[in-house]
């Protein structure tokens, strides 16, 4: 068994498919569009899971605590050290809370905080 689709509800969906195709080189793969304004994107990377963004009228977007229960954050797992950093400096340059960087010694991961309150882990 294996996980196949990761879904997320966000509210500005257009913009979060672009985050993905900017930052990790997502491709659109399905889209779905139901008459009661319901849409979502599929969204395919070069390995692994799919991610499904989704969005509704009725969406609600509150403000999300990072010590929350529940889902707390992807991690997408790059080919290089080089591609994390490259990666982190794309947050830091668009705004986005660093919550930590990798360790000189050991640590293999970026997390940041990213669009619209959601914690994204990059690890190499």
């Known amino acids: 068994m294996r996980i196949s689709i990761v879904g997320m509800f966000v509210k500005d969906l257009e913009g979060a498919k672009q985050f993905f195709m900017d930052y990790f080189g997502a491709q659109e793969h ?3 569009e139901e008459d009661n304004g319901f849409k979502s994107y599929i969204l395919k990377f070069d390995e692994g899971p799919k991610l499904e963004l ?3 009228p009725e969406i609600v977007d509150q ?3 990072p010590n929350r229960t529940g889902f707390v954050h992807i991690c997408i797992k790059v080919d290089s ?3 994390l950093d490259e990666i982190t400096e794309k947050f830091r340059a668009g705004g986005y809370e660093i919550l930590y960087e990798p360790a ?3 640590g293999k991961e970026t997390r940041a905080i990213t669009f619209e309150d959601n ?4 690890s190499a």
């Open 63 to 65: 403000k999300k605590d």
């Open 119 to 122: 914690i994204l882990e990059v």
């Open 104 to 106: 000189t010694v050991g």
């Open 81 to 83: 050290r080089e591609k």
């Open 30 to 32: 399905a889209v779905y």
């Open 54 to 56: 989704m969005t509704k």
